[in-house]
Nanobody
Framework: QVQLVESGGGSVQAGGSLRLSCAAS????????MGWFRQAPGKEREFVAA??????YYADDVKDRFTISRDNAKNTVYLQMNSLKTEDTAVYYC????????????????WGQGTQVTVSS
């Protein structure tokens, strides 16, 4: 079993930055695909970013603004979010899996509880 706990969410003005963290326990994450997803009110959960051992993936609307990284020594994954927009407002979820399809939520076996990100104009 893998337990994931997100932190770092909060409220920020448009143009600002936040860094989300996802701390894992139970297993070492080094061989897992790690993903970030988000869900806004009334919308489906959507892919944001993912990182496999040697590859990174980003949704088109966050590319060049968000960066996913991982610290295997700390068993932690990060999502650095810059140039935030009001449309980035959502609950952000961290996920872990052994999938070859990192863009699909259904491919992830473990999920965190989510952290709220609110971007105001």
């Amino acid at each position: 079993q893998v337990q994931l706990v997100e932190s770092g969410g909060g409220s920020v003005q448009a143009g600002g930055s936040l860094r989300l963290s996802c701390a894992a326990s139970g297993r070492t994450l080094s061989m897992y695909t790690m993903g970030w997803f988000r869900q806004a009110p009334g919308k489906e959960r959507e892919f944001v970013a993912a990182r496999r051992v040697f590859s990174e993936y980003y949704a088109d609307d966050v590319k060049d603004r968000f960066t996913i990284s991982r610290d295997n020594a700390k068993n932690t994954v990060y999502l650095q979010m810059n140039s935030l927009k009001t449309e980035d407002t959502a609950v952000y979820y961290c996920a872990a899996g052994l999938s070859n399809s990192p863009l699909k939520a259904i491919e992830y076996a473990y999920w965190g509880q989510g952290t709220q990100v609110t971007v105001s104009s």
